[in-house]
């Protein structure tokens, strides 16, 4: 009923950018918290920066000051700008929505499909 698709990921060399983009879809009521989450292998996914609805924000230690996270809500639309990439950002990144839908009176947890940031030195 709900499908979150990011796009955006890729190589790139260090102290470089890129932009994640992720558009929640299908038959939904409202969204809470979106986010943009890592995982590399053999590690857990760990948070890398979340927002809520109402535009409060908040990030992990190691990309405060190079990440910004933001969103659109008319487009139901999350965006990662990654500023000053490091070969340690490097991972797979997931997004993740807090939707209700209109067929229940819940929120639920959804994922991405997850898109691939590979960071060169």
């Known amino acids: 009923q709900v499908q979150l698709v990011e796009s955006g990921g890729g190589l790139v060399q260090a102290g470089r950018s890129l932009r994640l983009s992720c558009a929640a879809s299908g038959s939904i009521f409202s969204i809470n918290d979106m986010g943009w989450f890592r995982q590399t292998p053999g590690k857990q996914r760990e948070l890398v920066a979340r927002?809520?609805?109402?535009?409060?924000?908040n990030y992990a230690d190691s990309v405060k000051g190079r990440f910004t996270i933001s969103r659109d809500n008319a487009k139901n639309t999350v965006y990662l700008q990654m500023n000053s990439l490091k070969p340690e950002d490097t991972a797979v990144y997931y997004c993740n929505a807090d939707v209700r839908s209109r067929s229940y009176s819940v929120y639920v947890d959804y994922w991405g499909q997850g898109t691939q940031v590979t960071v060169s030195s």
């Open positions: 927002i809520s609805s109402s535009g409060s924000t």
